[in-house]
């Protein structure tokens, strides 16, 4: 075999490899274009004070994650769907 036809054989194989782990993560990129997934926006809003998560809801280019806070508090934060920034961070009781 050829070098070229090696590379290309090992391209093959490489390319085959990594599709069923992307295949895996579906229902984590629940909404086409965003870059940022389920799991980070979650993750996103534990770090501004969500504690038990209720519901996750993508709407409008945002993940809305809303829940409670450590006081037992009803908590929603919105994380841009693109860059993970918060955009609101909104209580109430």
Do not use: N, Y
């Not at 980070?40 to 993508?58: F, M, P, Q, S, Y």
Request: some cysteine; overall charge positive.
């Amino acid at each position: 075999m050829s070098r070229l036809q090696i590379f290309f054989a090992a391209l093959l194989v490489a390319c085959s490899s990594a599709a069923p782990a992307i295949a895996q993560r579906g229902d984590d990129r629940s909404f086409a274009g965003f870059q940022v997934s389920r799991a980070t926006a979650v993750d996103i809003a534990r770090a501004h004070g969500v504690r038990d998560v209720l519901e996750v809801k993508a709407r409008k280019g945002v993940w809305k994650v809303e829940g409670r806070d450590r006081d037992g508090r009803r908590v929603e934060v919105e994380v841009d769907g693109f860059t993970g920034a918060v955009v609101r961070v909104s209580h109430r009781d």
